[in-house]
């Protein structure tokens, strides 16, 4: 720095960046009093080069903001952390964010619980008309709703209406336009590569930081190929629109290009000074630099360019067809779909998968149809279901809690701490997040309050706006915050050891029984004369099937990847990345069985 002209910061382009930039000047001055801020939003030459010429001061209201956020998760992080190590165990932690998306995991936990399935019918039939088949579904009986609960209700419908008359009262036929969505947002990203992609919110950011920060396209040049992928923003800068729609008409034709220049509603809290997440060059297609690309990195930059150039793209035109079919005092309904013109579905399916096209042979009202079967179906009602990455992330965005920085980290703090576990893709609690969330609910109620989290980050905001003193704001917080907190330490009792279970296996080294305990990576056995004997294994999970004397057990990688395998290791190399189904064996080989994802 003290070597030249002027120093130009460019740390990415958000509030922590601000404030990284912030901190580097201050200590950088003292060398080189001639500090200036740039950001970009993609790192290309044209973009740097443009950010080079318009340098500016760091704005101290996003600095501010940033401070403001940090102080506040310490406040909170830093005193009830060490409530949670007194009363239960070390290693645990409360946040802010990390706390409301526990809330709402053992809540989701408690409905799943609680919930009792109710039975239900449905009745289909199939007809022909002109010889054409022709499936319909009950929709009303007497003009009102179909609602049958049992079999018997099914049975008195059903019986003998294949002697019956089914004729066509009404045919409705309407031409129906669906519209492309906006370019991603991080949390939009998130949730579209878990659905289609299988991803992980953290692995689908580690993906999207290679993309931003570049790859070697095979020129000795390294190139950002999506913009910034922290935003929360829809906007497309002006130049990647004209980009954009010349090369929709130029490649696809004019009628695939939508009318007039589409602009997506942004969010009110959105920082939109950031562009949102799209191909740095939509000239690039996916297919041509698929080869410098590993298969993670070509399946979500493929995605985000599908979503980017069909978000200008012109509409789906489909014709929706509803027949009404009128047999004694019930009314069956028969749809049809067909699709005239793909619009943006060209490019990009919103579905995970795609709709089935469903075509109606030609009928008139008064034409009578011939029946051919009727196939009535029991249903259960199902729980709600547990909220996976992609559904966490919805709820958080959609609540106003947390920002696009720290959506993936809270999910994987709360993997991290056990006070969760995913069953499949789904996010499960476990007995230690249950109690640690039901301490935070008694003693703590604002901090895990949706909208009491959602106003604290309005006031970062505002903070970052100019109208709101970060230090006022700080003060009132602290005010109503240390009350609670000393509070808590009164009352808040002893719960060390509380999720022990007794076993039945004996610890070789003193005779004494061994107990199930839980620690940072999960369950684990222990002698219960700790500290006196600190004899310690993992959890059997089944006996191994290469050595048959020794048992599979849980372990984790350098990396902490978990992965299975035998207790007498080095004498026994079994290993597995798939969970063994704890104390179940093969009936047919007595060998463990292995979970697999179809």
């Known amino acids: 720095a003290a070597n030249s002209s002027r120093v130009l910061l460019a740390a990415d382009p958000d509030r922590e960046g601000e404030a990284i930039s912030f901190h580097l000047g201050r200590v950088l001055s003292k060398n080189n009093p001639d500090i200036k801020r740039i950001e970009f939003n993609e790192i290309t030459k044209a973009a740097v080069e443009e950010a080079v010429q318009h340098p500016r001061e760091i704005n101290m209201d996003l600095v501010n903001a940033q401070q403001a956020r940090r102080i506040l998760d310490r406040l909170v992080g830093y005193n009830i952390s060490p409530i949670l190590w007194k009363k239960i165990k070390r290693g645990l932690s409360a946040g802010r964010v990390q706390s409301v998306a526990l809330k709402l995991i053992c809540e989701r936990e408690d409905e799943i619980e609680k919930f009792i399935p109710e039975e239900y019918w449905t009745v289909d039939v199939k007809l022909l008309a002109s010889g054409k088949a022709v499936e319909a579904s009950l929709h009303s009986i007497d003009g009102k709703k179909a609602e049958l609960k049992t079999e018997e209700e099914v049975n008195k419908i059903i019986t003998g209406i294949e002697k019956e008359k089914f004729t066509v009262a009404s045919i409705t036929k309407k031409e129906r336009k669906r519209s492309p969505g906006a370019p991603y947002t991080t949390s939009r990203l998130q949730q579209d590569a878990a659905n289609k992609l299988g991803f992980t919110s953290q692995k689908t950011m580690m993906v999207a930081q290679q993309l931003y920060e570049g790859i070697e396209l095979g020129n000795d040049v390294v190139t950002g190929l999506i913009t910034y992928m922290r935003t929360d923003s829809t906007r497309i800068s002006p ?42 060059d939509v000239v690039r297609h996916p297919e041509q630099i698929q080869k410098y690309l590993t298969k993670d990195q070509y399946r979500l930059y493929q995605m985000v360019w599908q979503k980017f150039v069909s978000c200008q793209m012109s509409d789906e035109v ?281």
């Open 239 to 280: 130049q990647a629109v004209d980009q954009l729609r010349s090369y929709i008409e130029t490649t696809m034709g004019a009628k695939f290009l939508s009318p007039d220049v589409k602009v997506y509603k942004t969010s009110k809290s959105a920082q939109d000074a950031h562009e949102a997440i799209r191909p740095t």
């Open 318 to 598: 489909a014709d929706h067809t509803a027949v009404d079919i009128h047999c004694k005092n019930l009314m069956f309904r028969a749809t049809g779909r067909i699709v005239k013109f793909n619009g943006f579905t060209e490019v990009f399916n919103p579905e995970d998968k795609k709709k089935k096209e469903t075509t109606l042979p030609d009928m008139e009202e008064g034409e009578e149809l011939k029946f051919k079967s009727v196939h009535p179906e029991q249903h259960f009602t199902q729980p709600p279901p547990r909220f996976t990455d992609a559904s966490m992330v919805k709820i958080l965005e959609e609540s106003g809690v947390g920002r696009p920085s720290t959506y993936a980290p809270t999910i994987q703090t709360l993997l991290k701490r056990f006070y969760c576990t995913r069953l499949q893709k789904a996010l499960k609690p476990t007995d230690l997040g249950r109690l640690v969330n039901s301490i935070m609910i008694g003693h703590f109620p604002n901090l895990v309050n949706l909208d009491f989290t959602a106003r604290m980050e309005e006031d970062l905001d505002r903070i970052a706006n100019s109208d709101l003193s970060w230090v006022n704001m700080l003060a009132q917080f602290w005010g109503t915050f240390e009350g609670t907190l000393h509070s808590a330490i009164e009352t808040i009792g002893e719960m060390k050891n509380v999720l022990d279970e007794p076993t039945d296996y004996v610890c070789e080294k003193c005779g004494r029984p061994m107990v199930k305990k839980i620690g940072r990576n999960g369950y684990f056995h222990a002698c219960s004369g700790f500290p006196e004997c600190r004899n310690a294994k993992a959890i059997p999970l089944g006996p191994c099937p290469k050595c048959e004397t020794g048992h599979v057990v849980m372990r984790a990688t350098k990396r902490g990847r978990p992965f299975y395998g035998c207790d007498r290791y080095p004498d026994c190399d079994f290993s597995t990345w798939d969970k063994p189904v704890s104390g179940e064996v093969c009936p047919k080989c007595g060998k463990i069985l292995l979970e697999k994802s179809s």
